[in-house]
Every structure is written in structure tokens, then in C-alpha cells.
């Protein structure tokens, strides 16, 4: 009676920690608003994974594929769309902690804002605002947005939002970049973080830029910019990647050359595909990623390359051609993996 007991128990436990096991590395789960504006491109609209759901670039196009007129329709338009893909992961405009703000024209940026804080009342998310060159569709603004799935572990810090483990930074503006970095170590230091602690960093730059920078407009003139995500405590790195807990973070990579970008894209996608398996990842894991184009002509051959690379649930995306066509690089790509 006794053995039998202890087998009960035993097999009990090992259940336990199966449940336990499955639940820490679950795959991701692919939401789909309905009636929300369709994806243009082999993306999926929302993940949740890691414990918060991340949400694809959304445009002005409504559910039929209509952009209403004026920027301040257009900008809540964006919005529904980001609203629609969180309410659909069971989460609210409250539970995000990042966004990416990308305009056609800076000189819209007030009747942006406007909108913005209609639905961003409480705690709003770390943010960083970019004018570029084009995106998908002819949008005139584009939001991305991570949003942590448990709201009490967000919480308000100097300089931007920790949740789950992770600092998000507003972003930083500067003359240069590396006035953009001391004014990053700045808000590190105010937040209880050192610059050892970056597992990821865009630069951006007005003007020329190198591969691993992206040109962009930047807001009151500034000359460059950071947005960044911090991790304190035990980390791990491979090439461009740095891994966080169950997170592999890999920074932008060019394409190199003037090969066609259905090449440059998979040279990317190959020398990334390298970095997270260093990182004990892989292009499976992968559930957020922005591609920035050299010309968003060619963001349908862009696509048919893209897909290769991904199963029924790819990751989330947002694109846009950040500079004037033919300034840089076809193709650059970050990734976000969660294991």
C-alpha cells in the first residue's frame, strides 16, 4: 500500500512539473481580431507569448481597406486597429509598456499626439517617434505596440516602463549619437540600470547612417536617437543577440552589396538565423520583427522571401522604408524571440 502511495505521488509530481515545464515554454498563440484591418503582408497581427502580447505595426486602413481623411481620423483609425488586436489578446491600451510611432511628417506630430493620449491615459507607454520616408499601403502613420498580460507587473519607472523582467526606454534624442548614449546612461543610472544592462538598442540618425543604424526624421531637429530595452541580472550573448530570461533580443542587421532584396533578405535571415541559434534560439521562436526597407516598391518581393522563413504562425511585423530610396541598405531586420 505504501509503494502505491509513493507511485501516486511520484507520477503526481512529474505531472506537476510537466504542466509546469509546458506552460514556461509554450508556443505562442496567434491572435486575429475580427473585423480589424487584414494583415498586408505574411505576418500575424498579435502573439502572446512570454508572458505579453505583441502587436503588429497597424496602419489607417479600416477593415475595408479605406483610409479615412485627415491626420487626427487616420491617427484613431491606427489606433482601433492597435486597440482591436489587444482586446482580442485580452489586454488593454493600459497593458502597453512600448510603442513605436512612425509618421510620414513630423509636422503632424501634434495632432498625433493629441489622439495618442485619448487612449494612452494612465502610465503611459515608453515611446519613441520616427518621421520616415514611406510605409505599406501609402498609411500616413503606423503604431506598434508590446503590452505586458498581468498589469500589476507594470510599473512606472524614471525614463520608462519596467514589466516582466524588463526596462523599456522612452527614447533619447540627441546632436549626435553619442550625445544620444549619455543621455541614455543618464535615465539608466535614474532607473537603477547601467549601460550593462542594454540587451537592445535601435539607433536612429538623420542623414547618411551605417548598416546598423536606420535613417529616420527625429523629433526638435535632433541629429540621432535611441530606443532601448534593459535586463538586470544574468544575461547571455551571441553576435547581435542577448538573451533575457526566456527572451533573445538581436539587434538591426544589414544586408550588405546591391544584390536584389530577395537575396539581401535572405542573406539577413541567414546571418540572424546564425546569432539565435548561438542564443539557444531559433527563427521558430521569433515573435517580433521590424524590417526596414531600402525601397517599399519592393515590399512585395520582400514578402515572397520573408514567408520562407516562417511557418502558419509567423511573428509579428512592422516595415516601413525608413529614408529615401536607394540611401542604404535593401534590407535591415530586427528580431524578438521568446522561448
Given at each position: 500500500m505504501a509503494e502505491l502511495e509513493y507511485l501516486l505521488k511520484n507520477r503526481?509530481?512529474?505531472?506537476?512539473?510537466?504542466?509546469?515545464?509546458?506552460?514556461?515554454?509554450?508556443?505562442?498563440?496567434?491572435?486575429?481580431?475580427?473585423?480589424?484591418?487584414?494583415?498586408?503582408?505574411?505576418?500575424?497581427?498579435?502573439?502572446?507569448?512570454?508572458?505579453?502580447v505583441w502587436a503588429s505595426g497597424q496602419g489607417a486602413l479600416d477593415s475595408a481597406g479605406k483610409m479615412p481623411a485627415g491626420i487626427?481620423?487616420?491617427?484613431?483609425?491606427?489606433?482601433?486597429?492597435?486597440?482591436?488586436?489587444?482586446?482580442?489578446g485580452s489586454v488593454t491600451m493600459e497593458h502597453v509598456v512600448a510603442s513605436q510611432v512612425y509618421m510620414l511628417d513630423l509636422a503632424n506630430q501634434a495632432a498625433i499626439d493629441k489622439v495618442y493620449n485619448e487612449y494612452f491615459t494612465h502610465n503611459p507607454p515608453a515611446r519613441v517617434t520616427l518621421g520616415v520616408s514611406r510605409m505599406p499601403v501609402g498609411t500616413t502613420v503606423e503604431i506598434t505596440v508590446v503590452a505586458v498580460k498581468d498589469l500589476a507587473r507594470k510599473k512606472p519607472v524614471a525614463g520608462g516602463i519596467e514589466a516582466g523582467g524588463l526596462l523599456f526606454?522612452?527614447?533619447?534624442?540627441?546632436?549626435?549619437?553619442?550625445?544620444?548614449?549619455?543621455?541614455?546612461?543618464?535615465?539608466?543610472?535614474?532607473?537603477?540600470?547601467?549601460?550593462?544592462?542594454?540587451?537592445?538598442?535601435?539607433?536612429?540618425v538623420t542623414g547618411a547612417s551605417q548598416p546598423g543604424q536606420i535613417p529616420a526624421v527625429l523629433p526638435s531637429g535632433a541629429q540621432a536617437g535611441l530606443f532601448a530595452i534593459a535586463h538586470k541580472g544574468a544575461k547571455k550573448r551571441a553576435g547581435e543577440c542577448a538573451v533575457a530570461g526566456n527572451i533573445a533580443f538581436c539587434q538591426v542587421r544589414a544586408a550588405s552589396g546591391a544584390a536584389?532584396?530577395?537575396?539581401?533578405?535572405?542573406?539577413?535571415?541567414?546571418?540572424?538565423?546564425?546569432?539565435?541559434?548561438?542564443?539557444?534560439?531559433?527563427?521558430?521562436?521569433?515573435?517580433?520583427?521590424?524590417?526596414?526597407?531600402?525601397?517599399?516598391?519592393?515590399?512585395?518581393?520582400?514578402?515572397?522571401?520573408?514567408?520562407?522563413?516562417?511557418?502558419?504562425?509567423?511573428p509579428t511585423r512592422t516595415t516601413v522604408q525608413p529614408g529615401p530610396a536607394g540611401s542604404g541598405p535593401g534590407f535591415r531586420l530586427s528580431v524578438i524571440a521568446v522561448k
Open positions: 503526481m509530481r512529474t505531472a506537476i512539473l510537466l504542466l509546469m515545464t509546458t506552460s514556461m515554454f509554450a508556443q505562442p498563440k496567434v491572435i486575429v481580431p475580427s473585423g480589424a484591418a487584414k494583415p498586408v503582408g505574411p505576418y500575424s497581427p498579435g502573439l502572446d507569448a512570454g508572458g505579453f487626427e481620423a487616420q491617427t484613431r483609425q491606427c489606433l482601433e486597429n492597435v486597440k482591436a488586436i489587444l482586446s482580442a526606454l522612452n527614447a533619447v534624442y540627441g546632436a549626435s549619437p553619442d550625445d544620444a548614449m549619455g543621455k541614455l546612461k543618464s535615465a539608466l543610472k535614474g532607473s537603477g540600470h547601467s549601460a550593462k544592462d542594454l540587451v537592445y538598442v535601435n539607433t536612429y536584389p532584396v530577395e537575396d539581401q533578405t535572405a542573406a539577413v535571415f541567414d546571418e540572424t538565423s546564425k546569432g539565435l541559434a548561438g542564443a539557444g534560439f531559433s527563427l521558430a521562436n521569433a515573435v517580433a520583427t521590424n524590417v526596414y526597407l531600402g525601397n517599399i516598391d519592393e515590399f512585395q518581393k520582400m514578402n515572397a522571401k520573408y514567408a520562407s522563413y516562417f511557418s502558419s504562425a509567423p
